[in-house]
């Protein structure tokens, strides 16, 4: 079992990036599946998530309104559409799955190696 992710990169305050995570060697579809990221010297939190239904979302405060999270069940894809950033989301991006829609790092079985973010001000 393996997650991908990608799309990380640099770009300016206010711009937008998408990631991906794609996954391989099962399914995913009725999984929960979420994005957390971990900036230097500081724990890894929570950011996005999918319930296993796909139908229900949950955003950390600090990305509501401006990041979005979405899934491809046919590409087996997970997508966080980010708009609006800003420096303090610098950090790298880490997909995770698990069981359920979890928003702590033990609800999560399966991790992908991660993609840097970088906002410059």
């Known amino acids: 079992v393996q997650l991908q992710a990608s799309g990380g990169g640099l770009v300016q305050a206010g711009g937008s990036l998408r990631l991906s995570c794609a996954a391989s060697?099962?399914?995913?579809?009725?999984?929960?599946m979420g994005w957390f990221r971990q900036a230097p010297g500081k724990e890894r939190e929570f950011v996005a998530a999918f319930g296993r239904s796909g139908s229900s979302t949950y955003y950390a405060d600090s990305v509501k309104g401006r990041f979005t999270i979405s899934r491809d069940n046919a590409k087996n894809t997970v997508y966080l559409q980010m708009n609006s950033l800003k420096p303090e989301d610098t950090a790298v991006y880490y997909c995770?799955?698990?069981?359920?829609?979890?928003?702590?790092?033990?609800?999560?079985?399966?991790w992908g190696q991660g993609t840097q973010v970088t906002v410059s001000s």
């Open positions: 995770a799955a698990g069981p359920a829609l979890g928003v702590f790092v033990p609800n999560y079985d399966y």
């Open positions: 060697g099962r399914t995913f579809s009725n999984s929960g």
